[in-house]
């Protein structure tokens, strides 16, 4: 088995009578990026302050990198949360060093690769003006240079991506995968299914609290149990309306979509159009969106406050209600 | 020191010595500190010119008192004796006072200086130096009288009253000073002190205020632990305090220095010599002590009190009480410096809120026992344990909260399971 970066087994956590975490085991392998989804006020953000002993949970055990967090584990994570903020009147260079110093590196160490870093942001100019005169979104760029300024092997980001420009998430998503292919874990927090869907290797839904799924995407999507198959080809393909697992067919004249009925190989539908002596010009698997299957998991209602604001209490009622 | 609490530590003093607030308040300080002390004394004496004289009507029933009043009245005063039938009781010389242009009346009843009394009815308002001037020329014109009627018409009342300047020297193991200048340095103790708490303790709530108003507080307490970020505060803040105090010492001292200097030869025929003066290292350092020690205990303080706040509005209601102890103690003080020995001030120099700024005066002026100093720095250092304790404690539980300030219940609740 592999070892785990992120273990979370039974935690819970109330505030008041409000369940923020309930009974929630996740298991993050190291090397993965993984997506932690679900609406707002699903509990994603307890659960990572949690992980990062910021809160205690009432119940259940917390394992970063293989032991209890310490500040030997501190060390070797990095943390973007969701409320962002900086000291304000700090310079933006002093600043990066001395988180970076938090994080047991040596000051001079830090400093350079501050300057680095900043060279790279496009902000090197900025580089001793006082955090405050920076725009909201330089801030936030130096928030996220600040998490991985120590080359973390572990990487917390709640909603990395909120309130950037394209521009800047495609540099965020870049660096991501960079410190992925060295060898970090990251685990990312969002309400934009879309941004895990395209990132991720391994998500873990939330609503109201409980986990409603979690695994690799490939996998959620190949038990999502619907198969769709885009066809072209050249010559009659009346053939597929004899097949017996071919569930429905809209016909685009030269063009199909085909859905399989459940646990059909798509690979006997090319045998068969093979044998039915018709040319295929293209042939593609048409996997379900990560929204799809939510959409199918949690019932339409819940999954269209995926992304936006609003009827969550709904969501969770549905959420709860479905197996 | 571990490397986190250093690194807090240097970050609070380095972001603090940037600041314009630095330099304003190590300047300003002092001169705040030289008006307080001299100030009031200057504008007192400065003011007397400014009065305008007042006329008053002088009701003399003692007989011959009223002509010696004239002479022995320092200027702010013009007398102009009434008849002595004009009136003898209140009603009447408010009569006279309100019919006439004078702007006072004065009546010196039959048995004045033997159980009877002066009474002064006035229009105007009179300033603290006029009156002192009246109460003094009445004794002296009394004197006068009193005189002249045992047939001492020649003796001069001014020569008679005049005293000596009493020169007191206390003589101690640094050798001997003269006690004014112990009696200065003791004020200047306590007003350092005094101020340095307030602006001080202040400043401390909202170093703690500051994480959560910019929101660095969950990064900040995903790296480090409370009790790391809550000790570099107490450090960094309370070397801005030291760097500030020592600012002070060497440009007083250096200027003390190059104005002795220059006054060397002067003094030197006067039979004074500079090499005798000697800076009181041992008072100093012991000073020093208590100011570093009571900075700990009221930083913890200050500290617990900020911790459980969100936002700067609500800090003043809750550094307010810690303020009014700073100033009792400083009220304390005043009364130390009088009398140093008194009861109240051994009292004082136990009460681990006061002594800090109670025992550097006291030895300044006077001489403490070893005891009291075992005692009072033992239950110092005890107490500045135990506010810091509490302070961890709350700080720990109230570092990620927001909202509603907790009441003192909660607060217990906090220290308790923190």
Known sequence: MTEMA????????????????????????RGSIYGLLGPNGAGKTTAIRIMLDIIGPDCGEVELLGSPVDDAVRARVGYLPEERGLYQKMRVADQLAFLGVLKGMRRDAARREAERWLERMELIDRADDAVETLSKGMQQKVQFLSTVLHRPDLLILDEPFSGLDPLNVDLLKEIILERSREGATVLFSTHLIEDAERLCDRVCMIAGARKVLDGRV?????????????????????????????????????????????????????????????????????????????????????????????????????????? | MNAKVWAITRREYLERVRTRWFLISTFGLPLVLVALMFLPNYLISRGGSGDSSIRVGVVDLRRGLSEELGRTLEEGWIVQPLESSAGNTEGELREILLRSDLDAVLLLSAD?????????????????????????????ALVAVRLRERGLEEVNTAWLLR??????????AEGEQSREIFQALAMVFALVTYMMFLVYGQL????????????????????VRPWEMMLGKMFGVGAVGLTQIGIWVLVAGSLATFGLAGAGAALAEQGIDLSELRFPVGLFAWALTYFVLGYFLYAGLFLAAGASLSNEQDAQQVVTPLVLVIVVGFV?????????????????????????????????ISHVPFWELAVSLTLLVLSLLGAAWVAGRIYRVGVLMRGKRPNLTELLRWARHG
């Open chain 2, 204 to 223: 401390i709530v909202r170093a703690v205020l500051e994480e959560k108003t910019s929101y660095v507080v969950e990064v900040m307490v995903s790296s």
């Open chain 1, 6 to 29: 992120i273990r979370l087994q039974g935690v819970s956590k109330s505030f008041g009578e409000q369940k923020a975490v309930d009974g929630l085991d996740l298991h993050v392998p």
């Open chain 2, 163 to 172: 005293s000596a300047d009493l020169q007191v020297t206390r003589i101690s």
């Open chain 2, 112 to 140: 004045i200086g033997e159980g009877g009394e002066a009474r002064l009815l006035t229009r105007r308002a009179i300033s603290s130096r006029q009156e002192r001037a009246m109460r003094l020329g009445i004794r002296d």
């Open chain 2, 332 to 364: 304390l003080v005043i009364s130390v410096i009088e009398t140093p020995d008194s009861p109240w001030a051994v009292v004082g120099s136990l009460i681990p809120l006061f002594s800090p700024m109670i025992v550097p005066a006291r030895l300044a």
């Open chain 1, 218 to 323: 490939v996998e959620i999507k190949a038990s999502a149990g619907r198969r769709e198959v885009a066809l072209g080809v050249d010559g009659d393909a009346n053939f597929l309306r004899e097949l017996p697992f071919v569930v429905r067919i809209s016909d685009h004249g030269n063009y199909f979509e085909v859905r399989l009925a459940d646990g059909a190989d798509p690979q006997e539908l090319l045998r068969a159009a093979v044998a039915a002596g018709v040319a295929v010009r293209h042939f593609a698997l048409v996997e379900p969106s990560l929204r799809e299957i939510f959409l199918d998991r949690a019932g339409r209602r819940s999954a269209d406050s995926i992304g936006r604001r609003g009827s969550e209490r709904a969501a969770h009622a549905r959420l709860k209600a479905s197996p």
